[in-house]
């Protein structure tokens, strides 16, 4: 079973930037897709941005023009960086894979991001 971690959250200014960071336990070349979702206090957990290990992203409306998702195969590693953060953006963070095989299908435990003066 394949084990993600997260890391990188912390506190920002509004219209501050932060970079997070996941890294895989297996390689992640071999994984169809990797996202980061968010969930915020009281509200469904939703997709932010995915990568595909050929390289093709979507991003949700809400953060296009602000964040992006990229790919480090020798690490292991997929990083969101998040630019013009708003207090909206406060949310826990979460790693997710995407494949067809069960064994590399996970969630990461989350990373806290809060967006506040």
């Known amino acids: 079973q394949v084990q993600l971690v997260e890391s990188g959250g912390g506190l920002v200014q509004p219209g501050g930037s932060l970079r997070l960071s996941c890294v895989a336990s297996s390689s992640i070349g071999s994984i169809y897709a990797m996202g980061w979702y968010r969930q915020a206090p009281g509200k469904q957990r939703e997709l932010v941005a995915r990568i595909t290990s050929t390289g093709s992203t979507n991003y949700a409306d809400f953060v296009k023009g602000r964040f992006t998702i990229s790919r480090d195969n020798a690490k292991n590693t997929v990083y969101l960086q998040m630019n013009s953060l708003k207090p909206e953006d406060t949310a826990v963070y979460y790693c997710?894979?995407?494949?067809?095989?069960?064994?590399?299908?996970?969630w990461g435990q989350g990373t806290q991001v809060t967006v506040s003066s």
């Open positions: 997710k894979t995407d494949d067809i095989r069960a064994v590399l299908r996970a």
